[in-house]
């Protein structure tokens, strides 16, 4: 089965092609395609997402990055005899991109002159991530699902973050083996707008043990790399920064709710913080002070997030741990989770995206649409009720016992 999944949620326009064979946990991945355009340099101007200037940017580069992701599939070896969409044909695809004009030129420019690849399924970030980009990647997704007749399936973005690290070792054009988990096992989410601690009982089957109350982990690193002074994203600025630091005594900072008898986060107290370190400092903060404050707020943040995730690992008995979204990037964080994990649960696996899998991509999306469609045997809903979803949730919360 071959999958086309196309990723919008935020600033990367992603667009991967996967072939699946034999049945989990003996499935072999193949990528066929996969293709990446971060905008990040441009939204570095605003210090973070502007969601309008995110939406024009997809309208411009989905084309290209698909056709991209065509070519490195081998299915743009044959060309089309078609120049144009049949008049029926262009009036649909016309009414699905009339909100983006600039996808709809080169979308009618572009697909009459290609062959109908052999794909099975089409899968497309449905929520959650901002509105109008999330749009934009639908509205192509259900304009080539109609063009060539290929079913469309809705993915929950958090869903690809959850099950991105269980592809192992994965190189394009290669096929890849799959990880395999033990149930019941703890996803811990940490990504630009969602820290999450998720019980799996199952694939598929989720129960949300506690979130942030406040900022998310990603947002957090951002908002204090902003104040340092470094560009956005600031997550691996602050990484780079922290390598050269060290334990510093003038730089002592919180670690919010550690002790919480729930398992919800809190990263706004830590920001805080640092802004009044900062403010204290003024302009006399060397590069040294800088790393070294990086180092503390890593290390506060990887601390928090390691001791709760680990005690809802003992409560919860889970046998594996799951890491996902672009902060599973953290050298730092993984490290402190492993080392926490090997210590205290020896017998857990700690499953971690590999390069390139922890921040926005569609491959995750592909996977999850995988794992919800082809390997469940769901049959997607129809085209034309899949909406985008700001803040469409993977789980709900599971009340805490008395
Ligand atoms: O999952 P993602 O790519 O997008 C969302 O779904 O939000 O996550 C992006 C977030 C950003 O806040 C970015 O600063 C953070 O992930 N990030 C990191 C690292 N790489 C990306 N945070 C800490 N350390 C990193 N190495
Ligand atoms: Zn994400």
Not at 230 to 247: D, Q, T
Request: hydrophobic share 45%.
């Amino acid at each position: 089965m071959k999958i086309l999944a196309i990723e919008t949620s935020c600033d990367e326009t992603a667009v991967s092609i996967i072939r699946a064979e034999g049945e989990y946990p003996d499935t072999t991945i193949t990528i066929l395609g996969n293709v990446v355009l971060s905008q990040a340099q441009l939204h570095a101007e605003y210090g973070g997402v502007f969601p309008h200037l995110a939406k024009r940017e997809h309208s411009r580069n989905l084309v290209p990055v698909f056709k991209k992701a065509l070519e490195q599939a081998g299915f743009l070896n044959r060309q089309s005899a078609t120049v144009n969409l049949p008049t029926s044909q262009l009036a649909n695809v016309q009414t699905i991109l009339e909100r983006e004009p600039a996808l709809y030129e080169a979308f009618v420019e572009f697909i009459p002159k290609i062959e109908k690849p052999d794909i099975d399924l089409i899968a497309v970030t449905a929520g959650p991530g901002l509105e109008p980009a999330l749009w934009t990647g639908i509205n192509f997704a259900k304009a080539l699902a109609r063009v060539w007749d290929i079913p469309l399936a809705p993915v929950n973005h958090m869903e690809g973050h959850l099950l991105s690290s269980l592809l192992d070792q994965w190189r394009p054009g290669h096929g890849a083996r799959m990880r395999s988990i033990t149930f019941p096992a703890l996803g811990l989410l940490i990504s630009g707008g969602h820290t999450e601690l998720v019980l799996m009982r199952d694939f598929l089957s989720y129960e949300l043990l506690g979130s942030t109350r406040d900022d998310a982990v990603g947002e957090a690193f951002d908002k204090v790399a902003r104040m340092m002074g470094l560009v956005y994203p600031g997550g691996p600025e602050i990484s780079r920064y922290a390598v050269r630091g060290k334990e510093n005594s003038d730089f002592v900072l919180p670690r919010p709710m550690l002790h919480s008898d729930d398992f919800d986060f809190s990263f706004s107290g830590i920001k805080t913080a640092v802004m009044y370190l900062l403010r204290e400092r003024k302009k006399s903060l060397t590069e040294q002070g800088k790393a070294d404050l990086a180092y503390a707020f890593e290390t506060a943040v990887a601390d928090v997030l390691a001791q709760k995730t680990l005690r809802a690992a003992e409560e919860y008995g889970a046998r594996t741990l799951v890491l996902g979204g672009g902060v599973s990037a953290n050298n730092a964080i993984c490290n402190t989770l492993r080392a926490g994990a090997e210590k205290r649960l020896p017998q857990v696996a700690v499953l971690i995206p590999e390069a390139g899998l922890a921040t926005d991509n569609a491959l995750m999306i592909a996977l999850a649409a995988y794992f919800r469609y082809a390997a469940a045997g769901t049959t997607p809903p129809h085209p034309e009720t899949i909406r985008a979803c700001g803040t469409l949730s993977l789980a709900s919360r599971r009340s805490r016992r008395a």
